[in-house]
């Protein structure tokens, strides 16, 4: 068994903290350390440092290597481009040069999980059935009707005696009235992102729902390693769309009884926006209110404030997101921060990409 973490992520709805230069997955935001160093300690309760590989923007592998002094460096792998995460895998695949039978925990590297444990043991309940030639997600029971992850809708299981079931079908994002919907049903599990699958499944998937990738990916293996080749890589990459493994692989695969799930119970959140990070952080203190740095409050709730030196005072505030940094200040309705994101090309076109 090996690991592909992916860590090619912008994190730009936790702007200002993540910037390009250092996106979230390189941040402590939950703990002593960064979201990437979490990720793959967990893996390594399941996997030895030589099993487990990195795959990050180019402009990012010395960064990530320093936070990962434990696994090879030649295990931290440069994407000459971003194309989402089945471009990402695919890739990762290839220039790992793993055997095509060996099974693949492909998983990204800006989540959190509160009981590592039982996520090593879904790990392994997922490798067995990977084994048997599934293509392999992890799901987690709904908390509350979220509208901003996709959802498993799940079938029979394999066996009476195990949790793991096929996926009936995925459901993207959906509205307020559609989460509450798929909640009250108790069938619908939140996706986690976490893919276990054989090398070879995953390539006949590939081949079978994105052609056009597998065949760029049987170029980039025949290429040789010399000096500069990762141009080459970038040159073939070039033509093929933004391809994620939800849509362009998951979805069909359903669709032909390819997919199969098992339930996750670990306390796992996708740390994606301000307020996800609350909302974890809520949940990991007890506490209604989340600061660090210089703070003082008075009658605030469910409020988050991230600082630094400079003392910042909150009296009677709800739902409000609060991120301070030398160089910009990010005040925001807790509701709203997922809209962080499209604001984000208007500060660049009228303060600069500085900013970024």
């Given at each position: 068994m090996f690991a592909i973490v992916m860590a090619g992520g912008s994190g730009t709805r936790l702007w200002p903290l993540s910037r390009r230069s250092t996106p979230k997955q390189l941040l402590a935001l939950t703990g002593e350390t960064s979201l990437l160093q979490q990720t793959v300690a967990r893996v390594g309760g399941v996997l030895k440092p030589q099993d487990i590989y990195v795959i990050t923007s180019q402009a990012h592998v010395r960064a990530t290597q320093a936070q990962l002094p434990q696994i090879p460096a030649d295990n931290v792998l440069g994407e000459p481009l971003a194309r989402s995460t089945a471009v990402a895998?695919?890739?990762?695949t290839v220039l790992a040069r793993r055997e095509s039978d060996e099974v693949a925990v492909v998983l990204p590297a800006d989540h959190?999980?509160?009981d590592a444990e039982r996520f090593v043991q879904a790990l392994r309940e997922a490798s067995t059935a990977a084994e048997r030639g599934y293509l392999v997600v992890l799901g987690v029971k709904p908390a509350h009707a979220a509208t901003g992850y996709g959802y498993i809708k799940v079938g029979e299981r394999l066996h009476p005696a195990v949790?793991?079931?096929?996926?009936?079908?995925?459901?993207?994002?959906?509205?307020?009235?559609?989460?509450?919907?798929?909640?009250?049903?108790?069938?619908?599990?939140?996706n986690a992102g976490v893919f276990v699958w054989r090398a070879y499944a995953y390539r006949q998937a590939l081949e079978l729902f994105q052609p056009e990738l597998a065949a760029a990916l049987?170029?980039?293996a025949a290429l040789h390693r010399t000096p500069g080749w990762m141009s080459d890589v970038r040159t073939i990459l070039e033509p093929i769309p933004a391809i994620s493994i939800d849509t362009g692989i998951a979805e069909p695969a359903a669709a032909e009884g390819r997919m199969a799930v098992v339930p996750l119970e670990a306390g796992w959140s996708d740390i994606?926006?301000?307020s996800t990070l609350l909302e974890t952080l809520s949940a990991q203190s007890g506490a209604s209110l989340v600061a660090s740095g210089q703070h003082l409050d008075r009658g605030s709730e469910r409020v988050l404030v991230h600082g630094g030196e400079r003392l910042i005072v909150t009296v009677g505030l709800q739902d409000v997101i609060i991120v301070d940094t030398p160089d910009a200040l990010l005040v925001?309705?807790?509701d709203r921060a997922e809209e962080i994101k499209p604001v984000l090309d208007e500060i660049a076109a009228t303060a600069g990409e500085k900013y970024l």
């Amino acid at each position: 068994m090996f690991a592909i973490v992916m860590a090619g992520g912008s994190g730009t709805r936790l702007w200002p903290l993540s910037r390009r230069s250092t996106p979230k997955q390189l941040l402590a935001l939950t703990g002593e350390t960064s979201l990437l160093q979490q990720t793959v300690a967990r893996v390594g309760g399941v996997l030895k440092p030589q099993d487990i590989y990195v795959i990050t923007s180019q402009a990012h592998v010395r960064a990530t290597q320093a936070q990962l002094p434990q696994i090879p460096a030649d295990n931290v792998l440069g994407e000459p481009l971003a194309r989402s995460t089945a471009v990402a895998a695919g890739l990762a695949t290839v220039l790992a040069r793993r055997e095509s039978d060996e099974v693949a925990v492909v998983l990204p590297a800006d989540h959190f999980v509160a009981d590592a444990e039982r996520f090593v043991q879904a790990l392994r309940e997922a490798s067995t059935a990977a084994e048997r030639g599934y293509l392999v997600v992890l799901g987690v029971k709904p908390a509350h009707a979220a509208t901003g992850y996709g959802y498993i809708k799940v079938g029979e299981r394999l066996h009476p005696a195990v949790p793991t079931a096929l996926v009936d079908r995925f459901v993207e994002k959906p509205d307020a009235g559609t989460a509450a919907e798929m909640l009250a049903t108790g069938d619908h599990l939140w996706n986690a992102g976490v893919f276990v699958w054989r090398a070879y499944a995953y390539r006949q998937a590939l081949e079978l729902f994105q052609p056009e990738l597998a065949a760029a990916l049987d170029k980039i293996a025949a290429l040789h390693r010399t000096p500069g080749w990762m141009s080459d890589v970038r040159t073939i990459l070039e033509p093929i769309p933004a391809i994620s493994i939800d849509t362009g692989i998951a979805e069909p695969a359903a669709a032909e009884g390819r997919m199969a799930v098992v339930p996750l119970e670990a306390g796992w959140s996708d740390i994606g926006s301000w307020s996800t990070l609350l909302e974890t952080l809520s949940a990991q203190s007890g506490a209604s209110l989340v600061a660090s740095g210089q703070h003082l409050d008075r009658g605030s709730e469910r409020v988050l404030v991230h600082g630094g030196e400079r003392l910042i005072v909150t009296v009677g505030l709800q739902d409000v997101i609060i991120v301070d940094t030398p160089d910009a200040l990010l005040v925001c309705a807790r509701d709203r921060a997922e809209e962080i994101k499209p604001v984000l090309d208007e500060i660049a076109a009228t303060a600069g990409e500085k900013y970024l």
